[in-house]
C-alpha cells in the first residue's frame, strides 16, 4: 500500500514547516480575503497554534480530543487541511461533515484536483447532486488524507478508506452505505480518468467453498473438485448453474445422512429415491412457491451429469453403479413462445417511447424488440455493431451468445435512427474489459461510466408495462413477439434461423408449429372474407341497389356470426362484421351512445339481448389478443346498463 509522508509538502507554494505565527497569519489573511474574519474566529485560532505550532502533532492526539474542537476552531482546521497539507486521519474526515468544503476549497490547492474529477463525473453522465455529493464524501477526504494529487491514487488507498467506513460502522453501529456507493463511483471516474486499471468489481459468482457451505466438508471438496473441471469447457454462467443445483442436492445429503461421506456411497433407496421424492415439495428460495416443473428437471439433470462425468473420468468418487435413470428425469411441458399480441406490443413500445424512466435503457427494449436479440447479446453489443454493405444496407452485427454463435441482422432506416439516439446519450469514458475475451471493447450500452445491466434493463421494462397497463412482460418476450411477426410475414424457416441465431431447425419450428396451427389459419381465413367485404362493397352503381350482395353464410363460413375471427358490432336492428385489416367501424353504436338517444318499455328486450351480444364480444376480442375492441364491447355494456335501468325506471 502506498502513502504520503505526511511531513511533505503538498505544493511548491505550501510549506508544512511554517511555524505558528506563520501559519496564523496566512489563516488570518484568508479569513479577511473571504470576508469572513471576526474576534472568535481569531481567538480560537491563536489559542489553537499556541497548543500546537506543528498541526500534525493535533492528528495524532484521540479520535474524542480532535472530535472536540468547537464551532470556532473548526474552520482553522478545515484551512489547514485543504491549504497547508495537514493529514487528520480518515477516522476524524468520516466524522466531519465537511459542509463548508465547496466554500473553502475555492483558491486552495485542492481546488484543481476536485474539479478534475468532477468534471470528469460530469462526462460520464452522473448528476450534479450525485457529482458534489461523491466528491466531497470520497475524492476530497482521499486528497487530504493521502497528500496527492489525483492521479497519484492507488487502488490500495481506496481500500485503506473502505476499511476506515467499516471500521467506523463497527464502532459506531452507523450506516455507511453511502460512503461504499461513493467509493465505487469514486472508483469508476479514476477508473476512466486512467488512473486506475480496473473497474469495482460489482457482484460476481461467491466463491464455490462459500457457496457450498452447508455441504458436509467431504462431498463438498468432491463437488468443488467437479465444478473447477466444468470451468475448462462451460462458461461461467453454466458453471455458477451448476453450483447451485448441486448445493441443494449437497444440503439434502448432509441433513438426511450426515454421516454420508463420499458421493461413491449413494445408494438409490437411501439417497437419490427421497430426494426426488422431496423435489415435489421443493420451495422457492426467492418467492417461497413451490419450485416448477423446469425447475426439478434442471436439478436432477445436473446431479445425474455430475455422476455420470465423474464415472466416465474414473474418478475414485464415482458411484459403483448407476443410481439415477432417464425416467427420474421430469418430463418438461411443450411451452409455446410467449409472444406479446399485437395490441399489448403497441401500447408497450408506446410506453417505452414516450414515458421512459431509465432512457437509455428504454432503448436498448426497443432496439431487442427490433432486432430480436437475447438480452446478453443485447447488452454484449459493441459501438462498431453496424456495418454498411455496399448495396444491401445496414446490418447489425450481433456478438456471441447462448449459442455461441455470431450473426447479422438487417436494420431498417428507423432502428438505425434508434442507435444514433443511443450513441449520443450513452456514457462516453475508457474502454472496458470484454467479459467473454477480457479484451477491452467499446459497448454500445454503458451508463454512468458502468455497462448497462440486465437489473437496470429489467426495471424500465417493468416500469414500461405498469404504464401501458400490462401484466408482467419478461424481455424475452421481446424476442419471440419479434419471430412472431416474422413468421406472420411469411419469412422462410431458413431466414427465420439466421436471423434468430438458431443452430438447429427445431428450435426455429417451434414458432412454426404454433402460427401454422392457429395465427395463420386465422389470418389467411380473415383475409378471405376482407376480400369479400370488399366486393360485397364495391359500388356496381349510385343507388344501394347497384351494390353486389353475398348470402350470410359465405360471409361467416357457416357459422354462428358470433365466433368469426371478424370485428363485430351488436345493434338493435342487427349486426355488423369488419375484416381485422379494416379496424373498428367509427359509427358502430353511434347512436345507443348518443346523449339523446332514447328508448321505451317494448325495446327492452331487444337491448337486454344486445347485452348478452356485446358480453360474447368482449371475451371473443379478450381471447383473440384485441384488447382495444374488448374495451370498446365494455363500454357498450355499461351503457346498455344505464338505458335498460332509465327504462325501468320511467316504465315503473
Known sequence: MQHANASA???????????????????????????????????????????????????AQPLADRLAEDKATRPVVTFLMLHQGLQPGYDYLLERKLSPLWREIQGSPLQAEVDRFLNAAETLGFTMRTRLATGSQVPARLLIQTGRRIDQLVHDDLEEFAEACHERARRTGTSHRHYLSAISNT????????????????????????????????????????????????????????????????????????????????????????????????????????????????????VATFLTDITEWGWDAAPARKVIFRDDIPKLPQVLPRYLPVDADRRLSAALTDHPDNELAALALRLQRACGLRIGELLDLELDCVHEIDGNGAWLKVPLGKMATERMVP????????????????????????????????????????RLTQQGVR?????????????????????????????????????????LGHVSAEMSLRYGRLFDATVRAEYERALELAKQQTALQSPVGNSPAGRAQLPLADITGGKDWRTTPLLKSRMAGGFCLRAPAQGACSYANICEHCPSYRADPSSLPILAAQRVDAEALARDAEERGWIDEAERHRKLIARLDALIADTEATAG
Not at 499556541?50 to 498541526?55: I, V
Open 9 to 59: 509538502p503538498r505544493t511548491a507554494d505550501t510549506d508544512l514547516r511554517l511555524d505558528g505565527e506563520d501559519l496564523l497569519a496566512a489563516y488570518l489573511d484568508r479569513l479577511h480575503a473571504t470576508g469572513r474574519g471576526n474576534v472568535s474566529y481569531e481567538r480560537a485560532a491563536r489559542r489553537f497554534f499556541r497548543a500546537w505550532p506543528d498541526p500534525q502533532a493535533w492528528a
Open 187 to 302: 472508483q469508476t471516474v479514476l477508473f476512466h480518468l486512467g488512473i486506475l486499471d480496473a473497474l469495482p468489481r460489482s457482484g460476481g459468482p461467491v466463491p464455490l467453498a462459500e457457496r457450498l457451505a452447508q455441504v458436509t466438508a467431504p462431498i463438498r471438496a468432491e463437488m468443488i473438485a467437479y465444478l473447477e473441471r466444468k470451468k475448462a469447457t462451460c462458461h461461467a454462467k453454466t458453471v455458477s448453474a451448476m453450483a447451485t443445483r448441486l448445493k441443494h442436492f449437497g444440503i439434502f445429503l448432509t441433513t438426511l445422512d450426515p454421516d454420508l461421506t463420499t458421493v461413491r456411497n449413494l445408494d438409490r433407496r437411501r439417497h437419490i429415491e427421497p430426494w426426488l421424492a422431496s423435489l415435489l415439495d421443493t420451495v422457492s428460495e426467492k418467492d417461497g412457491h413451490p419450485i416448477s416443473t423446469g425447475d426439478r428437471n434442471r436439478r436432477v439433470v445436473a
Open 411 to 450: 436494420l431498417d432506416t428507423e432502428t438505425l435512427d434508434l442507435i444514433d439516439r443511443i450513441i449520443q446519450i450513452r456514457s462516453q469514458g475508457r474502454p472496458m474489459p470484454h467479459p467473454r475475451y477480457r479484451r477491452p471493447a467499446q459497448f454500445l450500452f454503458t451508463y454512468l461510466g458502468r
Open 459 to 499: 426495471r424500465e421494462l417493468d416500469h414500461a408495462a405498469d404504464v401501458a397497463g400490462l401484466g408482467h412482460v419478461t424481455s424475452h418476450q421481446l424476442r419471440h413477439t419479434y419471430a412472431t411477426a416474422l413468421v406472420n410475414a411469411g419469412v422462410s424457416l431458413q431466414a427465420l434461423m439466421a436471423l
